[in-house]
């Protein structure tokens, strides 16, 4: 068990306890390929504790040269969800984001599904705006994963996924408005009530009664 450093009362506290985690994360990052399960667990739980202050530290994990390192964070990140905890889940998005983008197959992959299986679960409604900004993001690839994501959200948050689906159905990227008719075909199974509601609209809209079409059929 990692035991957060006790505040200081001295004006240099903070400066104090970052560093004695950024030591303690230099021993854990020379374990991880010798105790692995360990590290991971010891590492959520400074995730767990520090907040703000390892963000910055772990943050560097995700550009680190070891696709092990990269993956432990991960693990880390989503071993330390807890929906007790609802602050949390910016730092572990932040975390987990440019994972997602790995250049390593392995690492992209076990980001995503983390993401999925267990950050979209756990923070439903603080996930909603985080992807809320990756649909704005110039990026189509980043586009793209946010509306499947957005597909994957419980059904209380339909309505609110439905206006940015509504939005993305506008794009000039195909990729994207294929995406979109995805994610209405998986909504329109989870909540059909809003969904078919929502797809009436579109069906009276030059712009979108195409899309509302295919996602009807």
């Known amino acids: 068990m990692v035991r957060r450093p ?5 004006p240099f506290a903070a400066d104090q ?20 399960q360990n590290a991971v667990t010891a590492l959520a739980s400074f995730l767990a504790q520090g907040g703000a ?29 807890d929906p007790a905890d609802p602050f949390r889940a910016v730092f572990l ?3 987990i984001e440019p994972l997602l ?23 439903p409604e603080e996930a909603l705006e985080i992807l809320a900004q990756w649909t704005a993001d110039p990026d ?6 946010a509306v499947e994501c957005l597909g994957r959200l419980p059904p209380s948050l339909a309505r609110r996924a439905l206006i940015l689906l509504r939005h993305l159905g506008r794009s000039e990227e195909g990729k994207v408005r294929k995406a979109v008719i995805r994610a209405l075909r998986r909504w329109r199974w ?11 609209g579109w069906l009276a809209d030059p712009g979108l009664s195409e899309l509302a079409q295919r996602a009807l059929s």
């Open 6 to 10: 006790s505040v200081l009362s001295d």
């Open 101 to 123: 983008w790995d250049p390593d197959p392995s690492v992209r992959t076990l980001a995503r599904k983390a993401l999925r299986e267990k950050l979209l679960p756990t923070y």
């Open 53 to 81: 202050l390892v963000f910055p530290l772990l943050r560097a994990w995700a550009e680190d040269h070891d696709p092990q390192v990269r993956k432990s964070l991960v693990k880390a990140a989503e071993k330390a969800a």
């Open 93 to 95: 998005f932040g975390l």
């Open 190 to 200: 989870a909540a059909p009530n809003p969904v078919e509601g929502e797809l009436r």
């Open 140 to 145: 189509p690839k980043k586009k793209i994963f």
């Open 17 to 36: 306890e970052e560093a004695i985690f950024a030591k303690a994360l230099s021993e854990l990052r020379a374990k991880i390929s010798s105790d692995g």
